[in-house]
């Protein structure tokens, strides 16, 4: 008797976690988005733009372009999977068009300081950061016009598309986290403030790769 209780209880425990990890995905993104904001005030500077528009990209735009279609934490969970997936691409062009905001904002404060490009290991996990993004946006067209893509099987172009962009994902919170340890931002804040920053793209990096490797499993099981 007190076995089955357990075993009714356990259910409830990790559907509990998962909405709670998926709120807190959606807390991480969009604290971490609105304190790199006030920090930098954009427009205060040429250079504030990167931090803002950056973090806005991956911190916002594509975390949550993926958590809609978390099956715990979706904001659109009562629209069909078709609409959910119109507002993801519109959701990624947003994260592209930042993240190319972002990395010309950076370029061209650094050419006009005279300064030498993409020396850090932040400068140069960024670039590739935002060259993938771009190419997995692109990537992703045969999805919406199938017939750019002869020969692969939708569901074989979808497998791949939640593999890179998973991907694309850890890349970006990578170069948070690198961007985080710039002098720039370490010297603005407390030590406890940079741990806690620095907890939110790790986090949230964790939870996402969690949802999207379940989503995976989930469908293996109902092919097999
Ligand atoms: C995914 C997000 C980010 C990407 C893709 C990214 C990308 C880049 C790139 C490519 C550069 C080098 C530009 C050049 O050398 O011409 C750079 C520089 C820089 N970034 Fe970011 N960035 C991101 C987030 C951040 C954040 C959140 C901060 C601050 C909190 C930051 C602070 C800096 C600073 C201070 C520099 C100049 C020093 C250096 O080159 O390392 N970045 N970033």
Redesign the pocket.
């Known amino acids: 008797m007190a076995q089955s209780k357990e075993a009714e209880a356990e259910p409830r425990l990790f559907a509990f976690a998962r909405i709670a990890s998926a709120v807190l995905t959606h807390f991480l993104g969009i604290t971490l988005t609105g304190f790199?904001a006030v920090l930098a005030r954009p427009g205060s500077s040429l250079f504030s733009w990167?931090?803002f528009f950056?973090?806005l990209?991956?911190s916002f735009f594509m975390t949550e372009a993926i958590l809609l279609f978390s099956p715990h934490g979706s904001t659109m969970k009562k629209f069909s999977h078709k609409v959910k997936g119109r507002v993801h691409w519109m959701l990624q062009c947003a994260c592209v068009t930042c993240?190319a905001l972002?990395?010309a904002a950076?370029?061209y404060n650094?050419h006009l300081r005279g300064k030498p490009?993409?020396?850090?290991w932040?400068?140069l996990l960024?670039?590739i950061?935002?060259c993938t993004v771009a190419v997995q946006s692109l990537a992703a067209v045969p999805l919406i016009y199938h017939s750019l893509a002869k020969g692969w099987s939708l569901a074989k172009l979808k497998r791949y598309h939640a593999a890179s962009g998973l991907v694309t994902y850890l890349l970006?919170s990578g170069?948070?986290l690198l961007?985080?340890t710039?002098?720039?931002?370490t010297s603005s804040v407390s030590d406890a403030i940079w741990y806690l920053a620095a907890l939110c793209p790790v986090l949230s990096a964790l939870i996402i790769m969690n949802q999207v490797t379940s989503a995976y499993v989930a469908r293996k099981r109902l092919q097999s």
């Open positions: 790199v990167h931090p950056m973090t990209a991956f993240a972002g990395l950076i370029f650094k490009h993409f020396t850090s932040h400068g960024g670039v950061t935002v970006g170069s948070l961007g985080l710039s002098v720039w931002f």
